[in-house]
């Protein structure tokens, strides 16, 4: 089963501590277990270790995703589409064109309920994105990128 398909992350997942690691973890085990049928993208870049979901192994249909930043350490949970969801409590950070996501200090203060919604909504939207059906593929674990080169920690 892909949600126990760790191994290549844990091994990017290293570098940072064991309490980042943990909540990374946590938050991935959020994600699987309300959309287990979707793919797990992972990108182990210069400057953060990420993974998403999506449901074809695209990027661009990509509905959310983890990211451990590699000088900060700070994890961000995020909306590829950030900006095409509603936030009616204003949680997300970001201005930008796409991207929105909230900073995750520790498991207690994640507001599990209110990112359900908002989960399903970038889903349905993810979803939408997808013109031909036939790239819908079903509960992978892809890594997408490794970079050779990692940005080091301050």
């Given at each position: 089963m892909p949600k126990e398909t760790i191994k290549d992350l844990t091994k990017f997942l290293k570098p940072f501590s064991p309490e980042k690691q943990e909540i990374a973890l946590w938050l991935r085990?959020?994600?699987?277990?309300?959309?287990?049928?979707?793919?797990?993208?992972?990108?182990?870049?210069?400057?953060?270790?990420?993974f998403g979901w999506s449901p074809t192994d695209r990027v661009g249909h990509t509905f959310c995703n983890i990211a451990v930043g590699r000088t900060s350490g700070n994890i961000h949970f995020g909306f590829y589409w950030g900006s095409e969801i509603?936030?009616?409590e204003k949680k997300?950070?970001?201005?930008?064109?796409?991207?929105?996501?909230?900073?995750?200090?520790?498991?207690?203060?994640?507001p599990k309920t209110y990112i359900k919604k908002l989960l399903k909504e970038a889903y349905a939207n993810s979803l939408a994105k997808v013109k031909d059906k036939k790239q819908i593929m079903h509960g992978?674990?892809?890594?997408?990128s490794i970079s050779g080169k990692k940005r080091e920690k301050k």
């Open positions: 085990d959020f994600v699987w277990d309300l959309y287990p049928k979707c793919n797990e993208l992972i990108y182990d870049n210069y400057n953060a270790l990420a509603a936030d009616p997300l950070i970001g201005e930008g064109n796409q991207y929105r996501y909230m900073l995750v200090e520790n498991k207690k203060d994640f992978l674990t892809i890594t997408k």
